[in-house]
């Protein structure tokens, strides 16, 4: 902790949650809102990384929470201590994933596949709803809830079917919450990313499975980009809102994948 931050700037931030803070997306788009004055909730599994991202932040705005986001009473913990210390929270960066498993469709075990869904579309669900409770009850009411799709959420890789299948049905949470969060002044996104740099996705640059068979390297973006893109969507009024985006390397193989 240092005090760089004073009391008043504190008082007036904005206070946002990040899952899967604690690397790659997650850890980009943390920092970059703490960097735009927002008080963030680190959100992980483990908490050293985010102790780290908290640190390399510089501020004293950042507050670490150990969470399995597969869990209801981890997760109502998890929305109970951002109640506590900052008393509301206006965005929510739905990000926790896992990413596929890279087995042939017919091996793919029920436990590789239920391990996927509980992480990538249960923990999606149960922080958006943990987000929608409270920004239903504050006062100023309302936020808004923005969901890493994924390019996955388009069109698969191959080998993928757990992780495509989550993707694709975020984006019918997406537009559910949409739907629903209106009475409420609550706005829903979805950020959907194709190969940004990261520690997780660096094997990207080296070669991976192409829907013909081939191995082939993809160009890449830096992850910056992702998250100066959500910092944006957070950026504007709860009267407008980015409903879909798509971000990517201009060159990746995308359109035209199969």
Same mark, same amino acid.
């Given at each position: 902790?240092?005090?760089?931050?004073?009391?008043?700037?504190?008082?007036? !931030?904005?206070? $946002? @949650?990040?899952?899967?803070?604690?690397?790659?997306? +997650? /850890?980009?788009?943390? #920092?970059?809102?703490?960097?735009?004055?927002?008080?963030?909730?680190?959100?992980?599994?483990?908490?050293?990384?985010?102790?780290?991202?908290?640190?390399?932040?510089?501020?004293?705005?950042?507050?670490?929470?150990?969470?399995?986001?597969?869990?209801?009473? !981890?997760?109502? $913990? @998890?929305?109970?201590?951002?109640?506590?210390?900052? +008393? /509301?929270?206006?965005? #929510?960066?739905?990000?926790?994933?896992?990413?596929?498993?890279?087995?042939?469709?017919?091996?793919?075990?029920?436990?590789?596949?239920?391990?996927?869904?509980?992480?990538?579309?249960?923990?999606?669900?149960?922080?958006?709803?943990?987000?929608?409770?409270?920004?239903?009850?504050? @006062?100023?009411?309302?936020?808004?809830?923005?969901?890493?799709?994924?390019?996955?959420?388009?069109?698969?890789?191959?080998?993928?079917?757990?992780?495509?299948?989550?993707?694709?049905?975020?984006?019918?949470?997406?537009?559910?919450?949409?739907?629903?969060?209106?009475?409420?002044?609550?706005?829903?996104?979805?950020?959907?990313?194709?190969?940004?740099?990261?520690? @997780?996705?660096?094997?990207?640059?080296?070669?991976?499975?192409?829907?013909?068979?081939?191995?082939?390297?993809?160009?890449?973006?830096?992850?910056?980009?992702?998250?100066?893109?959500?910092?944006?969507?957070?950026?504007?009024?709860?009267?407008?809102?980015?409903?879909?985006?798509?971000?990517?390397?201009?060159?990746?193989?995308?359109?035209?994948?199969?």
């Amino acid at each position: 902790m240092n005090s760089k931050d004073t009391s008043n700037d504190m008082a007036n !931030s904005k206070v $946002a @949650l990040v899952t899967g803070a604690g690397t790659g997306i +997650g /850890r980009a788009v943390a #920092l970059a809102l703490l960097r735009e004055g927002y008080r963030v909730v680190l959100v992980g599994r483990r908490i050293e990384p985010l102790n780290a991202v908290a640190k390399e932040s510089g501020t004293d705005r950042a507050l670490p929470v150990a969470a399995d986001v597969s869990q209801p009473d !981890s997760v109502a $913990a @998890l929305f109970a201590k951002t109640k506590e210390v900052f +008393g /509301r929270l206006d965005l #929510l960066f739905n990000n926790a994933g896992v990413s596929g498993i890279g087995v042939n469709f017919e091996d793919i075990a029920f436990e590789q596949w239920q391990n996927i869904v509980d992480i990538n579309l249960t923990g999606s669900f149960l922080c958006a709803q943990g987000a929608f409770k409270l920004m239903k009850e504050q @006062l100023p009411q309302g936020g808004r809830i923005i969901n890493n799709g994924s390019i996955s959420a388009h069109a698969p890789r191959p080998n993928s079917a757990p992780y495509t299948s989550t993707k694709h049905a975020i984006t019918g949470l997406t537009k559910s919450i949409s739907l629903d969060g209106r009475k409420y002044n609550i706005a829903c996104g979805q950020i959907d990313v194709g190969n940004a740099l990261t520690e @997780l996705s660096a094997r990207i640059a080296q070669g991976v499975p192409q829907a013909n068979g081939e191995i082939a390297v993809e160009p890449m973006m830096d992850v910056k980009e992702v998250a100066d893109a959500v910092v944006h969507m957070a950026a504007l009024p709860l009267s407008t809102n980015v409903q879909f985006m798509t971000i990517m390397a201009t060159k990746m193989p995308f359109v035209g994948r199969g």
